[in-house]
């Protein structure tokens, strides 16, 4: 499937869909507590999904068994809740959610910490955020697709961190995945010329330790290969002739 250029309808679609998955992102953050289950956060965030009209995308997407990926500390992204998985004053959790709304997909992730965390999560944490900001610098009209990711490897590089090269950003429209995929870091040319009225999801993942990850039993969890910490940041966006014009939350 070649990439989309979205027509101003789909696109009105799209920011209705990020929008609502703004408030349940927002709703999430003031959810997350010391003591609260990750089934209990993934269950909350389903329900708020339905609430607003739209159907939660990642539940059984390819036998995903939940509305939430919810990833705790040296989790990087794909977590299964579970009911006794509690969180703790000092974790930090990294929440992947997304919907529909009349066909059109979000897909955004936020990191928190949970309580009172260490100054090396949050620095973590805001690098993280940081590094989408740096990589969609370049997401406009007239610049190539691995600018993007070029940037951001750059910039969360220079920290000493492991930028996750096994999972990379996508496309988004009418399908949770589209072409092309977004890595988060350099690789060989320039990728496709970018266009006004694609819709992408661009998603570092970054590791205080290396960027080497484990794939866990369960078949979804992907964690750090050091057991470091790892956060997560993603937002759907919409290419325009200047700024990108943001999906989901700006937060
Ligand atoms: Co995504």
Not at 144 to 163: K, P, R
Not at 195 to 211: Q, R, V
Not at 227 to 235: F, I, P, Q, V
Request: hydrophobic share 35%.
């Amino acid at each position: 499937m070649a990439v989309t250029i979205k027509t101003e309808q789909e696109i009105e679609l799209m920011r209705v869909s990020g929008h609502k998955l703004e408030i349940v992102h927002n709703e999430l953050r003031d959810f997350i507590k010391p003591g609260i289950s990750t089934l209990e956060i993934s269950n909350y965030g389903e329900k708020l999904i339905r609430k607003l009209g739209g159907i939660p995308n990642f539940k059984n997407y390819e036998g995903y068994p939940a509305a939430i990926c919810v990833s705790v500390n040296d989790e990087i992204v794909h977590g299964i809740p579970k009911k006794n998985r509690k969180l703790k004053e000092g974790d930090i959790v990294s929440l992947d959610a997304g919907l529909i709304w009349k066909g059109y997909h979000s897909d955004a992730a936020r990191t928190w910490g949970v309580g009172q965390i260490s100054e090396e999560a949050q620095k973590l944490i805001d690098v993280t955020r940081q590094s989408f900001f740096e990589g969609i610098k370049c997401a406009k009209a007239g610049h190539h697709l691995h600018e993007i990711g070029t940037t951001i490897g750059a910039y969360a590089g220079s920290f000493g961190y492991g930028v996750v090269e096994e999972l990379v950003g996508h496309g988004i429209g009418t399908h949770l995945h589209e072409e092309p995929q977004i890595p988060n870091f350099k690789v060989k040319g320039r990728g496709i010329l970018l266009e006004p009225g694609m819709t992408l999801a661009i998603e570092p993942m970054i590791n205080a330790g290396s960027k080497h990850v484990n794939w866990s039993d369960d078949g979804w969890t992907v964690t750090t290969a050091d057991g470091s910490l790892s956060a997560h940041y993603e937002n759907t966006i919409l290419i325009t002739d200047g700024e990108p014009e943001m999906l989901t939350c700006t937060e």
